[in-house]
Structure formats: C-alpha cells, structure tokens
C-alpha cells in the first residue's frame, strides 16, 4: 500500500476491563468527579487524525460510560490474553479498514490530543509496522523499577529490545551514575499499528520473550516486526492505585 501519497486515516481502540488486581473496577474509578476512562476518550476525540473512537470492553457498565462520553463501544470477551488482543478482536468486529489502528489505554488519563497527533505524524513517514512512544528517563528510581518498561533503540530510532530491566548493562560503572553515563528510555504504551501488522499480532502465538518479561510488545519484535519510538518530553502517569489517582488528579487540577 502507497502510504506517502494519499492523505491515512486513523482510529483509536481503547481496550477496558472492569476487573483490576490494585484498584478495584478502575476503569470507572472517578478522577476530579469523572470516570478514568472519560479521559482517554475525549483526548482521543479532539485529535486531529482519529475519525472514530472506540472502547473494546467486556463489561456492561463501562459500555454506559463510555457511550455517554462519545465513544462507540464494543463487547469483547473477558478471556482475551491482552490489551492487543482484544483491540485486534474489536477491529475485527467493526469490519474497518483503516491504515493505523490506535491502542490507547484506558488508565492514561493524561495522554493528550497533541501527543496522540504527534506520534501520528512521525510514525505515518516511517516504513515500521508499529509507532509507539518513549520519553528519556532522569531517576535511579524508574530505570531499576520493573514496573517502568524500558526500550533500547537502534540508530533509525526503532527499537531493538523491550526490558523490565534497565537495558543496556552499563559495565564497571556504578549505578548511580548510570544516568550520566547514557540516554536510558522509558517506554509509553500506546500504539500506533498498521493495519497488517495489528492482524498479524492475533495470529502468532505467544514468544518466549513475551511470556518471560510480561510484555505483549516483544511477540511481533521477536517476530520481526519494526516498532517506530517517537520521544516525548511529556511526563504521563498511569492509574494503578489510590496514589497514582491522587497525583494526577494534583496534576490535572495544577494545569
């Protein structure tokens, strides 16, 4: 497909369970008076680019929320393995044929319109398969955190791994200085997929990478698949828990 003559299209898929292991039915939980996911929708709304919005959800109660906010909604089955898995099935299920799926996640209330349309703009002039997003890391405390995904990129800015540890191993330098030793990259998870290589995920099995480090994203690396890493100096801060709602809720409230 000719994509760098004719105008692309996009559409955003917003993968929602209700049941959450750290805080329960998180998806509904309020922020500043609002349900978490509102804020996924309606920055999914005001981009440029996405022409539809829709959530991928397996429950009832979110479809309500999620129509009273704008989005369209689809009925998935709560036996789906990931996120991925589920927007790929709600895809399907809409019968689209758009040139870049999103995936953009429910609990990221601060990722903003602009950076959805920025990631758009540069992955769209790339030959990868999938863009994502990674912002430089400036603390020992989130590059020696497994929760906090890393990336390490290759020249052309693709990435070449996805690590719960802090990648590459900086030999005989001690780990406080590792920061100043070199650029470390935290990994953002939202997607931007081609259209091909969104059905591909669906279709190859689970790799031994994936299962070790919990991260659906090395089943189409370790595949050969060529995700594009657009950096961002924005900060966003998922939902897990009471005091992650706290913060952003400070966050949003500070302007």
């Not at 398969?129 to 890393?150: A, R, S, Y």
């Not at 920061?179 to 939202?190: L, P, R």
Request: with cysteine.
């Amino acid at each position: 497909m000719d994509f760098k003559n004719r105008e692309l299209d996009a559409i955003a898929i917003i993968p929602a369970r209700l049941s959450s292991t750290r805080l329960a039915q998180k998806m509904l939980h309020p922020i500043l008076g609002k349900p978490l996911i509102a804020y996924a929708i309606e920055n999914a709304k005001k981009s440029k680019y996405i022409r539809r919005v829709v959530c991928a959800t397996d429950s009832e109660e979110i479809k309500e929320v999620a129509i009273q906010y704008g989005a369209e909604v689809v009925i998935t089955s709560k036996n789906i393995q990931t996120g991925t898995d589920r927007i790929a099935k709600a895809y399907v299920d809409l019968d689209e044929t758009a040139d870049i799926i999103f995936n953009i996640q429910g609990d990221e209330p601060l990722l903003d319109s602009e950076t959805l349309d920025t990631l758009f703009e540069k992955f769209s002039h790339s030959l990868c398969h999938v863009g994502t997003l990674v912002k430089k890391i400036d603390n020992k405390q989130d590059l020696f955190n497994p929760n906090v995904v890393k990336a390490t990129l290759e020249i052309d800015s693709s990435a070449l791994y996805f690590s719960r540890s802090p990648i590459p191993y900086l030999r005989g330098v001690d780990e406080s200085s590792w920061i100043s030793k070199h650029n470390f990259w935290k990994h953002i998870g939202v997607y931007a997929y081609r259209d091909t290589a969104l059905k591909a995920f669906t279709e190859l099995p689970q790799t031994d990478l994936e299962i070790a480090e919990s991260l659906e994203q090395l089943r189409l690396l370790q595949n050969n698949y060529k995700y594009f890493c657009v950096e961002t100096t924005k900060d966003f801060h998922g939902v897990d828990t009471i005091d992650d709602v706290k913060r952003v809720e400070n966050i949003l409230s500070n302007g």
